[in-house]
Every structure is written in structure tokens, then in C-alpha cells.
């Protein structure tokens, strides 16, 4: 076979032997600009194709799809021209690409990209579509690439016809997609619809990413029905509002173009450091506290300034409210960050908290990221009501969590350090950190220290008859445990590593981060609870 003509010139452009004719028009009929009315219906619901979104990702040309040529398995029921037509892909486009190579080498900058398309039989998972599945992801594990997933889509497909399966119980899909867990890096994104087999592999996801208008559930309006449970929208069915709340979600974004930003800002932390960025003014830390010491404060603007302008991204902003738990940058290194929001129960950890932020060590650990804590809490929730969430088991999943830490952990207490909460957010106690120091504001002790004296002096405060010098002595045993609590009288008995100056944070951390090396993990985690 030759591309040139009998005297030795090339072949006309304009002659173009069949089977690559056959092969252009096959492709032709794949693309968003041969489904003009799948196009249609996408901008109806004012969301974007699959390609688009993959367009959006992945670095300009580096796009190399696995499997676009793909049919639904209903050849028996359906012509070869209405399968063409109909399941173009099987409804799941995949390949290999790049994204943030501008900051990155090809190396670091590589991905894998899984997404369902929901103008195929309504983004539901086929046979073939598996199959490719399970080809994606053997390669995502064999050469440990990071995976973005668009879950779109309604679950398993009842009408592949082109089998001999009872069930399809046997597909090894889910198990490969979860055995990736803390191997690499791995970004789920729900817009639309995300139900069954879909959701399911969004949830194995590390992180997820989902419009104002998805909904994500493990069973869809048709399971629901035919499990006898009664007859629901596809609205009323684990909406944005309920999934963001109860953790499900970690990123709530307006549409799928802020999906696809978020998203290429999350894999970025996983794949190293950028050049230093610019911050704000760190002398604003020592006015950040309010001068009395009951009055709650705005967290986040303290994140905001210790970290690189712009870095900053926040999982599960809604659920575990007491504590923060962000991915940012201090002079172009990727950290983990948790903090306490004294906003919410006094910064106290609750169950729900405790599960934030066991889990984020789990993520920060799997991938190299260090972990600075900023610690303000009265401790522990406690209490009748807080024993029904099964607060035991919860809060102390903090300590098994920071027991397997390999990554260097740094501990920042901004005010209050009290009890096992504290200690917690330490890293287990006070001299797990690689160090452990305290703004001038901290003041510490084994509980809330008026509660501690009014307990634990209650026999000698008793003994004082007149009510009026029983708390006038109440008033100046708490000054004293006050006095002896705090953060200058800590770090004499050696109980913190330093006081500092707020305005010194961040150097603190840069400088710490620069002092202990990278742990080189051989292998992965066992993996990251998906929870």
C-alpha cells in the first residue's frame, strides 16, 4: 500500500481511500458538531456536553480518547446506523490528557479523564461503556495517574440486549475505581442528574465537586418506585442543599465551569509546588483576635492571609461546621490546613467535625501534604445530646487518624488549647507536632479553666458562707488558673516549643516545612475513607 501515485508524487488530498473516509465520518458522528440535536437538548438544561467539559480541563491538543468508537451492546435489537447514531462512545468518553501544564511537567501534569454522557440513553452505564471502564482504569493504576470523573448520569443500563448476564453483578468497575483509593489522586463532579452505578463511583471519589442543580443518589426515581418506596421527582432526590450539608458534597460550585476551574485547582495541590505567591500583610494577624476573650471570630480571613493569595479552597465548607479543613499554599508549597470556627459550638469538635477532619489527614497523608493546625477549642462536644451521634468512636477516630500521619504535622494555637480537643488538634498531644507554639493570646488546661476551678475547688468554695466572698474567691481562683495557663507560662515548663508573634506565623511555617524532608512513601495509603 502506498501513498504515492504511479510516478512517485504524492497522493491528492482529495483523494481519500474509503476506509479512512469511513473512519472520518465515524468520528464526525461522535463529535458535538455531528449531534447538533443532542447539543440542543444540553443547552435546554444550561449545561455543557462531555466534550466541552473535558475541552475545558485538559491542556489545549492533549486530549488522546481511548475507545471513542464504541457502540452500545444492541446490535441484536438495533441497526448498525441507529447505534451510530444513538450511543456514540457508549455514553462514556475517556482518555489521557494534561491539565495545569503550565505549572507543571508533563509528568506531574497528566491525567486521566472518565466522562458519562448524558445524552446517551441519559448518561447510564452499558456493557462496552464498563469495559472501556476497566481498561481506563487498569492504565490509571499501572502508571499512576490522577483521575477526573464526570459521574453524570442515571446507573446501570437495563437494555444492553448483546449478553448472556442475568445480573451483571460480576463487573469489576466499582471495586477497580475504589481500589485506586489513596494511589492517586482522584476528583469526582456531579452536574445534572447522578444516580446508582454513577453516584456510586462519585462517592469512592476523594473529593467532590457538584453544581446548584445536581441531585446524587444511590437510587434514582425508577429504583425508588420499584422498590415500593413511593414516587419521586428526580429533584427531590439528594439534592445540593441536602448533600452539601451532611458531607456527601465537598465543593458547591454554580456550574460546570466552576466545576472544571475547582477542579483543576484541587489536582494542582497533588501536583507540587508553583512559584511563590504573593500574601497579605501578616501584621494583621496581631489584631486578628478580639481583645476579649469570649468574643467569637472569623477564621477564614486568618487562613486568607497566612496562605498565598488565592490558594485557599475548602472542602466541606457546610457539614462539621466547628471546624475548617482547606488545601492552600505558603510560598507556592501545598499544605493541608484545619482550624476550629469559633462560630460554631465555640469552636467545639463534634462528631460530625472529628470525621472532617480524621478523613483530610487521611487525604493530606496519601498524597505527601503537610498539615498545619490551628487550634482555638474548648475541646471535645460534650453532653447528653452530643452522646446520641456516637461521639466516642467519632472523636477519637482524630487520634487513630494522627497516630499513622507520615507527612510532618505543625500546630498553631491561636487562643484557647483546652483538653483532649486540643490535643487532637495537635496531632495527638502536644509534643506530637514538629512544633507546637502558641500566639501570646493562647491559654490552655485540661478543660474550660472556670469550669475546672467552680468543679474542682467546689469544696473549699462551699466552706465560704457568704455568697458574696465565695465568688469574689471563685473570681480570683480563675484569675489565677488564668495566669497559669497562659501561653508564656506553658512554654516555661516547656509544654509548647514557643510563643510567637502572630505577624510570625507564617515564617514559622515556611521555615518548618523547609526543615523536615518530604516522606518518600513506598507504595500508597491503604486508602481514604470515603468518609
Not at 452536574?191 to 462517592?203: D, I, Y
Amino acid at each position: 500500500m502506498s501513498d504515492t501515485n504511479d510516478d512517485g508524487r504524492p497522493s491528492s488530498t482529495a483523494a481519500v481511500r474509503s476506509e479512512l473516509a469511513e473512519l472520518r465520518e465515524r468520528l464526525a458522528a461522535t463529535s458535538d458538531a455531528g449531534r447538533p440535536e443532542a447539543v440542543a437538548r444540553r443547552r435546554k438544561t444550561g449545561q455543557r456536553t462531555a466534550r466541552e467539559n473535558i475541552d475545558d480541563l485538559v491542556d489545549p491538543g492533549s486530549f488522546v480518547e481511548y475507545g471513542g468508537l464504541a457502540l452500545a451492546a444492541q446490535r441484536s435489537t438495533r441497526s448498525m446506523e441507529d447505534l451510530i447514531r444513538a450511543s456514540p462512545a457508549d455514553g462514556i468518553v475517556c482518555g489521557l490528557g494534561t491539565v495545569n501544564r503550565a505549572l507543571f511537567d508533563d509528568e506531574r501534569a497528566r491525567a486521566l479523564v472518565l466522562a458519562y454522557d448524558y445524552t446517551v440513553f441519559a448518561g447510564t452505564q452499558g456493557l462496552v461503556g464498563h469495559r472501556k471502564l476497566d481498561r481506563m482504569l487498569a492504565l490509571a493504576a499501572q502508571w499512576r495517574v490522577p483521575v477526573v470523573l464526570f459521574a453524570e448520569g442515571g446507573g446501570g443500563r437495563p437494555n444492553d440486549t448483546d449478553t448472556h448476564t442475568v445480573s451483571g453483578l460480576d463487573t469489576p468497575s466499582f471495586l477497580s475505581f475504589a481500589s485506586l483509593s489513596g494511589l492517586v489522586p482522584r476528583v469526582g463532579i456531579a452536574s445534572g442528574r447522578c444516580f446508582a452505578g454513577n453516584a456510586a463511583l462519585l462517592g469512592c471519589c476523594d473529593v467532590i465537586i457538584a453544581t446548584d442543580g445536581s441531585n446524587i443518589g444511590m437510587g434514582g426515581p425508577a429504583m425508588i418506585q420499584g422498590g415500593g418506596l413511593g414516587t419521586f421527582a428526580p429533584e427531590d432526590i439528594g439534592p445540593a442543599d441536602v448533600q452539601t450539608r451532611n458531607g456527601v458534597i465537598d465543593v458547591r460550585v454554580r456550574d460546570e465551569a466552576e466545576a472544571v476551574a475547582v477542579a483543576k485547582k484541587y489536582l494542582s495541590y497533588f501536583q507540587g509546588a508553583t512559584a511563590p505567591g504573593t500574601c497579605a500583610d501578616q501584621e494583621t494577624l496581631r489584631a486578628a483576635l478580639p481583645e476579649n476573650r469570649r468574643r467569637a471570630y472569623k477564621i477564614r480571613p486568618i487562613l486568607e492571609t497566612l496562605a498565598d493569595g488565592g490558594s485557599v479552597l475548602e472542602l466541606r465548607r457546610d457539614f462539621g461546621r466547628s471546624l475548617v479543613t482547606a488545601l492552600a499554599r505558603i510560598e507556592g508549597q501545598p499544605l493541608g490546613l484545619i482550624a476550629n470556627d469559633t462560630f460554631h459550638l465555640g469552636g467545639a469538635i463534634d462528631a460530625n467535625a472529628a470525621d472532617k477532619a480524621a478523613r483530610f489527614f487521611q487525604l493530606c497523608d496519601a498524597f505527601g501534604l503537610p498539615i498545619v493546625s490551628l487550634c482555638d477549642t474548648p475541646g471535645f462536644m460534650v453532653g447528653p445530646q452530643a452522646e446520641t451521634t456516637a461521639l466516642v468512636r467519632h472523636v477519637s477516630r482524630m487520634f487513630v487518624g494522627a497516630a499513622s500521619l507520615s507527612v510532618p504535622f505543625f500546630s498553631v494555637v491561636l487562643r484557647r488549647g483546652y483538653g483532649l480537643g486540643a490535643q487532637a488538634m495537635a496531632g495527638g498531644h502536644f509534643h506530637a507536632p514538629v512544633f507546637n507554639v502558641s500566639w501570646p493570646t493562647g491559654e490552655f488546661g485540661g478543660m474550660n479553666l472556670e469550669g475546672a476551678v467552680r468543679i474542682g475547688m467546689r469544696k473549699q468554695l462551699d466552706a465560704i458562707e457568704d455568697p458574696e466572698a465565695r465568688e469574689e474567691m471563685a473570681r480570683a481562683m480563675i484569675a489565677e488558673a488564668h495566669q497559669r495557663g497562659r501561653a508564656i507560662n506553658m512554654a516555661s515548663l516547656l509544654e509548647l516549643d514557643a510563643v510567637i508573634d502572630p505577624a510570625e506565623t507564617r515564617s514559622w511555617i515556611l521555615r518548618g516545612l523547609r526543615s523536615v524532608p518530604r516522606p518518600v512513601r513506598e507504595g500508597r495509603r491503604r486508602f481514604i475513607d470515603t468518609w
